[in-house]
């Protein structure tokens, strides 16, 4: 029962860098969707994807890239890091994404941007 | 634009007590309402999920209500324990998106 998993767990880039937060989910689901978390401010969403081959800006897209080729992966890339992209990035997967569904995350990726 | 928000951000209790946990929102379209825990270092859990349609759910110990008109969530916790210990968070789903909005989390300490 893996779920949603998430790697890695920890990383430290160089500002300039570019590096890929890996989800891979294996319930099927159609929606996923990837967050970052900072003290203070909650989760605000980056991008979504409703399915294969669709994907959508959320709050807080600017830096960030997303693709689906898969339903099962859903990768977040960081085009040139930057020490404001120091956060915890969680993924999170949904059956449909709309009201039949709950939420379920990963455990999270702590990036830290030098 | 949808706003949530949870008061208060930090809350003490001893043992046995009953608490609720409150969640506002700003605009009462909404698909649904999700409630969640947060362990320090860890991912998020769903708790409740309640629908639009919905009044409230219960779980256990856990009880949410929803009352769309007033924009308000509650999550009553009967008996607390200290393993109950974390940051509780709530989520809104607006109606024609497939955003979720959260709110910044109350955290949640139960001394033995």
């Known amino acids: 029962n893996a779920g949603v998993t998430q790697t890695p767990k920890f990383q430290v880039l160089k500002t300039g860098q570019s590096m890929t937060l890996q989800c891979a989910q294996d319930?099927?689901?159609?929606?996923m969707s990837w967050y970052r978390q900072d003290p203070g401010m909650g989760l605000r969403l980056i991008h979504y994807?409703?399915?294969?081959?669709?994907?959508d800006q959320g709050e807080v897209p600017n830096g960030y890239n997303v693709s689906r080729s898969t339903t099962e992966d859903f990768p977040l890339r960081l085009l040139s890091a930057a020490p404001s992209q120091t956060s915890v990035y969680f993924c999170?997967?949904?059956?449909?994404?709309?009201?039949?569904?709950?939420?379920?995350f990963g455990e999270g990726s702590r990036l830290t941007v030098l | 634009k949808q706003e949530v928000t949870q008061i208060p951000a930090a809350l003490s209790v001893p043992e046995g007590e009953n608490l609720v946990l409150n969640c506002s929102f700003t605009?009462?379209?909404?698909?649904?309402l999700q409630w969640f825990r947060q362990d320090p270092g860890k991912g998020l859990t769903s708790l409740l999920l309640?629908?639009?349609?919905?009044r409230e759910q219960t779980s256990g110990r856990l009880n949410a209500s929803l009352d769309k008109s007033s924009g308000r969530s509650t999550l009553y916790i009967a008996a607390s324990q200290p393993g109950d210990s974390a940051t509780y968070l709530c989520?809104?789903?607006?109606?024609?998106?497939?955003?979720?909005?959260f709110g910044t989390g109350t955290r949640l300490k139960v001394l033995a």
């Open positions: 605009d009462s379209a909404i698909y649904n």
């Open positions: 989520a809104v789903l607006a109606s024609g998106t497939y955003k979720y909005i």
């Open positions: 309640i629908q639009s349609s919905q």
């Open positions: 999170a997967s949904s059956p449909s994404g709309r009201s039949t569904g709950e939420l379920f």
């Open positions: 994807s409703v399915g294969a081959g669709i994907t």
């Open positions: 319930m099927n689901h159609e929606y």
